[in-house]
């Protein structure tokens, strides 16, 4: 982690880290919903005849529903999808997903979340999502964590992952923070590009089918396996960057 934080600094010509907030993904990082989400894209598309690629949905990850569906669109068809197509699509995903979804939430995800609370950092939520219940959900399962102030979603931005307009909102929902004084945590390639671009120190957690290399070829400082890693190596990390300058 040391040679890690390090290189992070010198790549980005930060001299120390200033840590105030974590930014954390949500699906395939606080919520294990990557394979419903998978399965809810796949059922869709094969009602409509739409070839994908294989693990296509877990490269997508990340993306707003419109540009997924805009990308099987222009492989298939050659075009993108209309307006009313969008809605059509987005709609059986979404009901088929709340079939197959059992929100269940990683080990070590509620307990992590508490931490960074604790210690005095502000954890941040940085989705694609723009389901209409996430609130609820979120207090739910991680009570007093997050707030409307400090989530992006996809009602918050333009441009979603992987250009790097969700972490910056997500710096700015931190408290106008400048990218050495966060750190991201994300699963999916198309989310490590986006807080790459931002600027921001990205730990990679693998809990889908990728493999590490495409974690850490997509610009991760460090690829975990599991939530409880990132919980079990977390207090030594915060007390490390305090001491870590160039």
């Known amino acids: 982690m040391n040679e890690a934080l390090i290189h992070y600094l010198q790549k980005f010509h930060f001299t120390q880290?200033?840590?105030k907030a974590i930014l954390f993904d949500m699906d395939g990082v606080l919520y294990d919903s990557m394979p419903a989400h998978d399965r809810s894209w796949r059922q869709t598309m094969d009602e409509m005849k739409l070839h994908y690629l294989p693990q296509e949905f877990y490269f997508q990850e990340g993306r707003v529903g419109q540009s997924t569906i805009n990308t099987?669109?222009?492989?298939?068809l050659h075009r993108d999808a209309t307006?009313?197509?969008?809605?059509?699509?987005?709609a059986r995903k979404s009901e088929l997903?709340?079939?197959y979804n059992s929100?269940?939430?990683?080990?070590g995800a509620a307990p992590l979340l508490?931490?960074?609370?604790?210690?005095?950092l502000k954890p941040v939520l940085v989705t694609g999502s723009g389901q209409p219940s996430l609130l609820d959900r979120l207090e739910t399962h991680f009570p007093g964590i997050f707030t409307p102030e400090t989530m992006v979603t996809a009602f918050d931005v333009t441009e979603g992952k992987p250009h790097p307009e969700p972490y910056l909102r997500g710096l700015q929902k931190g408290g106008?923070?400048?990218?050495?004084q966060a750190f991201a945590v994300e699963n999916a390639p198309l989310g490590i590009e986006s807080a790459v671009a931002a600027g921001i120190f990205t730990i990679a957690v693998n809990?889908?089918?990728?493999?590490n290399s495409i974690l850490s070829g997509a610009g991760a400082s460090i690829v975990l396996s599991s939530m409880e890693e990132l919980l079990k190596i977390i207090p030594e990390t915060l007390h490390l960057i305090g001491r870590i300058s160039i």
């Open 17 to 19: 880290f200033d840590l």
């Open 72 to 76: 099987v669109f222009q492989r298939n």
């Open 83 to 90: 307006e009313e197509e969008i809605k059509r699509i987005y």
């Open 97 to 99: 997903f709340q079939q």
């Open 103 to 107: 929100g269940a939430i990683f080990s």
């Open 114 to 120: 508490r931490y960074i609370d604790a210690s005095g």
């Open 176 to 180: 106008d923070l400048k990218p050495n």
């Open 207 to 211: 809990t889908g089918p990728l493999s």
